[in-house]
């Protein structure tokens, strides 16, 4: 979890990497330019390398969690049908191809649901970080983007 913590939080980071590199490029001074310049894309590396370990950390974790739930859940199943009275499948909606398919098929909707979960803790991080941020630099922008956050989240789930 926390591994998503941090890759939510570093791409609000990037937008202040990339203001104060093009503020970096506005310098006439061309040792002062190269000088800032290399410190922003140092900076925009590290964020970028601690980024990828991040998600590959959060989203392998996650990945594993899905894998052992649907395992569980797989088990239990199968166990629950052993315990079945022999009459209960010669009935038609019991037949094995049925309950084979129900044992591959369905269960799995359990385990890639987890990893669609992974999302939501890494974008609430990335918002409380970046409302942050925004009332740093400047707390009337960002009471015009908490204004328009429903409107942004309606957008990305339809």
Do not use: H
């Amino acid at each position: 979890m926390t591994a998503l913590f941090i890759n939510g939080a570093v791409n609000p980071l990037f937008g202040i990497l990339i203001a104060n590199m093009l503020f970096a490029l506005m310098k006439t001074d061309k040792e002062e330019l190269r000088s800032d310049s290399n410190t922003w894309c140092l900076g925009m590396l590290i964020c970028a390398l601690v980024a990828l370990f991040a998600m590959a950390i959060g989203k392998s974790l996650f990945g594993v969690l899905g894998e052992n739930l649907t395992k569980s859940i797989r088990i239990e199943l199968y166990k629950s049908l052993i315990t079945k009275n022999i009459g209960w499948f010669d009935l038609k909606e019991n037949a094995p191809a049925i309950l084979t398919s129900c044992l591959a098929n369905d269960v799995q909707a359990f385990g890639a649901s987890t990893e669609g979960i992974s999302t939501i803790p890494e974008s609430m991080c990335a918002i409380l970080v970046g409302v942050g941020l925004g009332f740093y630099y400047s707390w009337r922008l960002s009471l015009v983007a908490l204004g328009a956050l429903p409107f942004m989240i309606l957008g990305g789930a339809i």
